[in-house]
């Protein structure tokens, strides 16, 4: 059994660490010796410091024995995205700017999962600062899917889904910005949750887009994912953008919720370019929901058309000007070629970043650029506006959308080359960040060659608990979420 | 041709506040480099802003002082330039809409002379708006360092209409500017610590033309005199340039207080493309009425209407209001010491404050709030002199050794033994009596009508009394027996 | 997916403000790329956005700040930690020419 504790949910290791029969350190040992003995394949990490997760895992063992187990993530190793602060700990975002920097302070989710009890444990690789759909684009080299490891495990969290579906963790966070939780979880067959833009404090994650990152869980079970939601969602004093709203006991909650639901299909999501395999799984999934009695609506968001080029317009502004502070002056990678304080700026930046990245910080500079932003950056927040009027005006007829999570699933490393069509993975995912709205992505099956493929829920506002409650019911009638990948 | 200069200023002032505009760190000047840091500070990644209620509420009373529109809403926007002393590579700053739109500065220029008013007027503003310094470059022969110390001080630009003509104009705005700054109690505005900055937008144009001519930055203005020096060498400089037939360029430049001299700042190879965009990190402010009329409360009076006020109300010449009334301590104190003296007394107090507080605090390198003469000393002071217990020479050595010991005149009076009671009224009739029938001229000629004739008895009294004797007494007196004469 | 150059994007200029340094591959390469998405994003002028105000934050709220209470910061020694030079508890920077 202690070979299999890996693949095992949190709920399930929280039965077993109550009564004893496994300790913290034993856990901890088994997913640091899986680490290892399958990291070599699947690249996830890019970094882990076992002394000390072997030491946070004891004193989690002390503090249970001494009767003070901070909840169902005590003594549980989670990793984190290699874009959420840890202090003491290397920050790296996958780049090398940043590839000798260490944060001298804790993200909150981190103060949060630390003040739950969890074991934080290793860094994830990632596409560098989060701009990707493939964990290519990291400066450490990319991640393979655990599932057929000549494939992309998705991105831009790639390292968080691989390494939950490797057995290489427990739980993990990522950082959704146009469905990098979402598509990874879809491509690595996990569960990957999207909360309602400020729900969780995005205080100590590096920034992307910051008016769409968000961060959300990675975990194998629905359950396991309401159980991190509750760790890390709540209000942050120190994030201006965070929401004051009431946290229920998602975990009760997810339980406690039953259907019938009503649910709409949005037409739009179901056109040219999606994958047949992945759209007979969803149909599937849809005719699972009908037969459980929920109401089943075609509804149309009529912009979604236009989701791509709003995302990428405010995506890549915001983008260029978060990472202006990258510049090799107070911390980062410094080019030994500068000249002069202005060279420093033009040599580092070029050697710290990586193509994509420059490719969108040249974008987003572009459509800031004076005479530019009329005509790009406030339209495509008008748009935007449109956008999410769309998702609003949907929910006055249905409780939640269900669309697939991807268009196809896991490609080939190396398949896509070009941007464009690289970007169009993310058409699914993207409106959802415009809109602000929760969504998660829950394994839905696999194609013939094994591949997963997952099905996306969308929620209304903070309305998690119930799209997870929607999520369970789905899940609990399947056993996709059973199956792990050999390797 | 007649030319006339057209002159705008951007003004920067820190905000007094305890923690940064966007982040609890302490704000401080003076501590040692890099200690007043933090990961927002730094612009380490991962951090995010969040405001500083202070800071909001004291550009808010700024606008309410300066009698600007506060926008019921504003936003913040991200000035996106790079700079080695600007750790996000973006300022956070507000663009479209400021949180002060429109309002004014009362200045009054030069008088004909010191002690007589000069006129009065209005300088508009255009906006005042809310962000973030910058830290501070060390230059050195071939490194800067830096220190973020001052990064993140929540920082008021005023920026004024460009509606003033003279360098004096913009001494005479600056210097009010800057009082009602202090008045407020917005900031300190020491401009050797940088508290306020001041850029001058200058032009000249044709007098008659209304468009405006090629403007030129002069920056670096960094005391309220360079400020007129600066701008009255610049007015010269382009004047002198369309004279000699040239033309003027659009430049930045950068003066020399020591020399008196500018020069031209390289123009910077990039054109200046700040991409201004709204900060998605923070949310927009808005100002209701319970909020601005909480603050307004809390407005004091300015030094122009608190200088009509004194003009009208104690009835002071405007050689002592011009001194009062600048420095809110002062003019305060002086209020106080009126109440506790009696407002008849007004004026006498006043003198006190203005010649001689003043000059002992100045030689002993003082302020007012270090002074050991309370208010209600300086009344009883007042007092003793008005009802004749100490005489005015005896006074100013009570003033002094008050100013030194912090005692009040009474116990100095009696310890120096300068009470004007030394002389008793017995004494002093005989004195008169003796003085009166030594001059019978003088009784003739009072007698007949001359009253200043009484002035020849008061000699030989004084000397009598070894000049401790009250004038007032000694006239009463005198005046007591010759019409006791009959 | 067309080819196309974007004939408004001035690589030069943009990679300027962005503080880049290019090399002449990244440039021709970035162009052409930039240019299909440019291209792609034209399509953003058909919509009719009249009346339409922008949307900034998905769930916008106001006033939000903190009292003016101070926190501690970091140590000197923290604060230039991930320096790449230093001297004199300060960021070193080859001359700053203004
Ligand atoms: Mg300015
Ligand atoms: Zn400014």
């Given at each position: 059994m202690a070979a299999e504790l890996f693949f095992?949910?949190?709920?399930?290791?929280?039965?077993?660490?109550?009564?004893?029969?496994?300790?913290?350190?034993?856990?901890?040992?088994?997913?640091i010796a899986r680490t290892k003995a399958v990291e070599g394949r699947v690249k996830a990490f890019n970094s882990f410091d076992e002394a000390d997760a072997l030491a946070q895992a004891s004193a989690s063992d002390a503090r249970r024995a001494a009767g003070q187990a901070r909840g169902p993530l005590e003594g549980i190793p989670v990793g984190l995205k290699d874009v959420i602060s840890v202090a003491g700990q290397p920050l790296t975002a996958s780049s090398k700017m940043l590839a000798n920097f260490v944060s001298p302070y804790d993200a909150t989710v981190t103060t949060k999962l630390k003040g739950a009890g969890a074991v934080i444990w290793g860094r994830l690789n990632c596409d560098e600062f989060a701009m990707g759909s493939s964990t290519e684009n990291s400066a450490f080299g990319p991640t393979a899917n655990p599932w057929d490891l000549s494939r992309v495990p998705g991105g831009s969290s790639g390292g968080s889904s691989a390494a939950l579906a490797a057995g290489e963790t427990i739980a993990a966070l990522g950082s959704d910005t146009g469905g990098s939780i979402r598509q990874p979880a879809a491509l690595c067959g996990v569960v990957g949750l999207k909360p309602t833009y400020g729900l969780v404090s995005r205080y100590g994650l590096i920034a992307f887009a910051s008016s769409l990152d968000q961060i959300g869980p990675f975990a194998r079970t629905v359950e396991d994912a309401a159980i991190m939601l509750g760790a890390i969602a709540g209000h942050d004093p120190l994030d201006s953008t965070s929401f004051k709203a009431d946290i229920p006991d998602y975990r009760a909650e997810v339980k406690r919720r039953q259907g019938p639901w009503r649910l709409g299909i949005p037409k739009e999501y179901f056109g040219a370019g999606l994958d047949p395999e992945v759209n007979a799984a969803v149909e599937r999934a849809i005719a699972f929901y009908r037969a459980q009695g929920c109401e089943?609506?075609?509804?149309?968001?009529?912009?979604?058309?236009?989701?791509?080029?709003?995302?990428?317009?405010?995506?890549?502004?915001?983008?260029?000007?978060?990472?202006?502070?990258?510049?090799?002056?107070?911390?980062?990678?410094?080019?030994?070629?500068?000249?002069?304080?202005?060279?420093?700026?033009?040599?580092?930046?070029?050697?710290?970043?990586?193509?994509?990245?420059?490719?969108?910080?040249?974008?987003?500079?572009?459509?800031?650029?004076?005479?530019y932003y009329d005509a790009f950056y406030l339209r495509a927040q008008k748009v935007r506006t449109l956008i999410r009027q769309d998702f609003l005006n949907a929910y006055r007829e249905v409780d939640a959308l269900l669309t697939p999570t991807s268009p196809v699933p896991a490609f080939k490393l190396g398949e896509k080359s070009d941007p464009l069509a690289l970007y169009l993975c993310d058409i699914y995912t993207i409106g959802v960040n415009l809109a602000g709205l929760p969504a998660l992505s829950v394994p839905c099956g696999f194609t013939t060659g094994g591949l997963p493929i997952g099905l996306q829920l969308i929620g209304q506002p903070f309305a998690e608990a119930n799209l997870l409650a929607m999520a369970r019911a789905y899940e609990q009638a399947h056993d996709w979420h059973r199956q792990h990948p050999s390797l | 041709m007649n030319y006339e200069a057209v002159i705008g200023l951007e003004v920067h002032v820190q905000i007094k506040t305890n923690s940064k505009v966007f982040t609890r760190v302490a704000a401080g000047y003076g501590q040692p480099e890099n200690t007043l840091t933090d990961p927002v500070v730094l612009a380490l990644p991962g951090t995010l802003p969040v405001m500083n209620k202070a800071a909001l509420d004291a550009i808010i009373k700024a606008g309410l002082l300066l009698g600007c529109e506060i926008a019921p809403v504003c936003k913040w926007d991200r000035k996106n330039y790079f700079y080695p002393d600007s750790p996000k590579n973006y300022q956070i700053s507000q663009y479209d809409q400021p949180m002060c739109l429109g309002g004014s500065v009362e200045i009054e220029l030069p008088g004909p002379a010191r002690n007589v008013m000069g006129e009065h007027k209005r300088i508009p503003l255009t906006r005042i708006h809310l962000e973030?310094?910058?830290?501070?470059?060390?230059?050195?022969?071939?490194?800067?360092?830096?220190?973020?110390?001052?990064?993140?001080?929540?920082?008021?630009?005023?920026?004024?209409?460009?509606?003033?003509?003279?360098?004096?104009?913009?001494?005479?705005?600056?210097?009010?500017?800057?009082?009602?700054?202090?008045?407020?109690?917005?900031?300190?505005?020491?401009?050797?610590?940088?508290?306020?900055?001041?850029?001058?937008?200058?032009?000249?144009?044709?007098?008659?033309?209304?468009?405006?001519?090629?403007?030129?930055?002069?920056?670096?203005?960094?005391?309220?005199?360079?400020?007129?020096?600066?701008?009255?060498?610049?007015?010269?400089?382009?004047?002198?340039?369309?004279?000699r037939g040239g033309t003027l360029v659009q430049e930045t430049?950068?003066?020399?207080?020591?020399?008196?001299?500018?020069?031209?700042?390289?123009?910077?190879?990039?054109?200046?493309?700040?991409?201004?965009?709204?900060?998605?990190?923070?949310?927009?402010?808005?100002?209701?009425?319970?909020?601005?009329?909480?603050?307004?409360?809390?407005?004091?009076?300015l030094s122009f209407p608190k200088q009509r006020r004194f003009a009208e109300a104690y009835a002071l010449p405007y050689t002592l209001t011009?001194?009062?009334?600048?420095?809110?301590?002062?003019?305060?104190?002086?209020?106080?010491?009126?109440?506790?003296?009696?407002?008849?007394?007004?004026q006498a107090v006043g003198n006190w404050v203005v010649n001689d507080l003043l000059r002992e605090l100045g030689t002993s390198h003082r302020a007012l709030s270090d002074s050991k003469i309370s208010p209600a000393h300086l009344a009883a002071l007042v007092q003793l002199v008005d009802s004749g217990t100490v005489l005015t020479n005896a006074a100013k050595e009570i003033f002094v050794e008050m100013f030194a010991t912090g005692e009040t005149p009474g116990v100095i009076a009696d310890r120096r033994g300068l009470r004007a009671t030394a002389t008793d009224a017995g004494e002093l009739e005989q004195w008169c009596r003796d003085s009166i029938a030594a001059n019978a001229k003088a009784v003739v000629e009072f007698k007949a009508g001359k009253d200043s004739a009484i002035n020849a008895f008061k000699g030989p009294v004084m000397k009598a009394a070894k000049g401790k004797a009250d004038p007032k007494l000694v006239d009463a007196t005198l005046r007591r027996l010759l019409a006791a004469m009959g | 997916m067309t080819m196309s150059s974007a004939p408004d994007l001035d690589i030069d200029h943009v990679a300027k403000l962005a503080r880049l340094a290019l090399t002449t591959e990244e440039k021709a390469k970035f162009s052409q790329q930039l240019g299909d998405v440019l291209h792609h994003i034209e399509q953003l002028g058909k919509v009719d956005v009249t009346g339409v105000e922008p949307t900034a934050h998905a769930f916008p709220i106001v006033n939000v700040w903190a009292n003016d209470v101070v926190r501690p910061g970091l140590t000197v020694e923290a604060a230039l930690r991930n320096a790449p030079a230093q001297r004199d508890n300060m960021i070193v920077v080859p001359k700053v020419v203004e």
């Open positions: 095992k949910s949190i709920a399930e290791l929280g039965a077993l660490l109550d009564t004893k029969t496994v300790s913290s350190a034993e856990l901890t040992q088994a997913v089943i609506k075609e509804v149309s968001l009529p912009h979604t058309q236009y989701c791509l080029d709003t995302y990428y317009i405010i995506a890549t502004a915001e983008a260029s000007s978060n990472l202006a502070r990258y510049d090799g002056i107070r911390y980062g990678h410094r080019s030994k070629d500068a000249k002069d304080a202005v060279d420093i700026y033009f040599k580092s930046r070029a050697e710290g970043f990586g193509a994509e990245v420059k490719r969108r910080i040249i974008l987003g500079t572009y459509v800031l650029s004076s005479g | 973030e310094d910058v830290g501070k470059l060390n230059h050195f022969a071939t490194e800067s360092l830096v220190d973020y110390n001052r990064a993140g001080t929540p920082l008021m630009e005023i920026v004024s209409d460009p509606t003033m003509h003279s360098a004096e104009e913009a001494f005479a705005y600056l210097t009010s500017l800057r009082a009602t700054m202090i008045y407020g109690g917005i900031s300190d505005c020491d401009m050797e610590k940088g508290q306020l900055r001041c850029d001058a937008n200058i032009s000249i144009r044709p007098v008659g033309e209304t468009k405006l001519g090629t403007k030129v930055e002069l920056k670096n203005l960094n005391s309220i005199s360079f400020v007129r020096d600066g701008i009255a060498h610049e007015i010269k400089r382009q004047l002198a340039v369309l004279e430049r950068d003066y020399d207080g020591q020399t008196g001299t500018s020069q031209s700042l390289r123009s910077k190879e990039m054109a200046h493309d700040y991409r201004y965009f709204p900060d998605p990190d923070l949310m927009p402010v808005k100002v209701d009425e319970g909020w601005k009329d909480k603050l307004r409360a809390e407005c004091p009076e011009s001194v009062l009334v600048w420095d809110k301590a002062l003019a305060d104190y002086f209020e106080e010491a009126v109440k506790l003296a009696g407002s008849g007394k007004a | -």
